[in-house]
């Protein structure tokens, strides 16, 4: 062993003291991963005595995921060439088996040492995270709650609750985007208003649960009846709105017959009872305001009533 003058062994001592007194476990594997050094503080972490591990891979106290990781990182920097050295330390987060067979969470530093063309040994420290990594797996548990919850808030702002259909405050939303479209490139768009025809006699007569029932049931045979591009809105009790984008009044007229053609001859399970729509049909108008526009189409809803209902009507 070569001499150390006085500064030297003074150095070497307070090396010494450090690397014995510190919590992380300071470590020492040449290019096959074998450990030539292991701090005593690994006892306390792991339970295991520094002779336990040296002369030892460092693959065998690793869960298979962590092993299989290190094992491409290691080959990732044995494969750097001499002009391409890793001289910047890299962090790993990887799972050691401790000598009771528990499992903890350790932070990885490691920083391989070159000379001349090749990687000589690796010197790194290992540092106890689990409580990080738990405290990590709590905020991603909080998170994904979080994110599920606000996903129900944006269901409830903008779907009716019993049917599905989206709700009337929506409707101000979509609409101005096709109104927008309309003026910019004269995109043409229509709405549909319908309602159920004799929906107060329906309910009193077989309950209000079925007839909630109906109306779910009307909801989901439409949407499945419309383009995806479509929107069906609830605009209030049996009163819909379907907007149609891209829809000319000729072409928005044979969807409202279609819609009305599938709910008459849908079985609502109600005895000789049948189910019926009253359609308003109507197209935006340039310059028209929204609320013009779906008076316009309630109007001809109203004309479909008075005509004998089962009816669609364009305004």
């Known amino acids: ?17 450090v690397i014995e007194n510190i919590k992380d476990v300071v470590w020492e594997v040449d290019r096959n991963l074998i450990f030539t050094f292991v701090s005593p503080a690994v006892k306390a972490m792991t339970g295991f005595e520094t002779d336990d591990l040296l002369g030892r891979s460092i693959l065998e106290f690793l869960t298979a995921n962590s092993k299989q990781y290190i094992f491409t990182q290691w080959n990732g920097m044995m494969q750097d060439k001499a002009n391409e050295p890793m001289y910047k330390s890299v962090l790993y987060d990887v799972e050691f088996i401790c000598k009771d067979d528990s499992t903890l969470w350790c932070e990885v530093c490691v920083k391989p040492i070159f000379k001349n063309e090749g990687c000589l040994n690796f010197i790194g420290t290992t540092r106890d995270v689990s409580e990080k990594k738990q405290l990590d797996q709590r905020l991603k548990e909080y998170l994904a709650e979080l994110e599920l919850k606000n996903m129900q808030l944006e269901k409830l702002a903008n779907l009716d609750m019993l049917t599905g259909a989206y709700n009337r405050r929506r409707y101000d939303d979509f609409v101005s985007t096709e109104i927008e479209k309309n003026e910019i490139y004269g995109s043409p768009f229509s ?44 605009w209030g009790g049996d009163e819909f709105v379907i907007l149609l984008p891209d829809l000319d009044l000729r072409n928005a007229m044979k969807v409202a017959v279609k819609v009305r053609e599938a709910v ?40 479909a009533k008075i005509n004998g209902k089962n009816k669609v009507e364009q305004s």
């Open 1 to 17: 062993m070569m001499e150390m003058n006085h500064d030297q062994y003074d150095e070497y001592i307070r090396n010494k003291y």
């Open 191 to 234: 709405i549909i208003m319908f309602d159920i025809d004799n929906f107060k006699e329906i309910n009193d007569t077989i309950g209000h649960k079925k007839g909630d029932s109906i109306l779910q049931e009307i909801t989901s045979l439409i949407i499945h009846t419309l383009r995806v591009t479509d929107k069906l809105f609830r």
């Open 264 to 303: 008459e001859a849908y079985d609502f399970d109600i005895g000789d009872k049948k189910i019926t729509l009253s359609l308003g049909v109507g197209s935006y108008v340039l310059n028209e305001k929204p609320d013009q526009f779906v008076n316009r189409v309630d109007n001809a809803l109203l004309k």
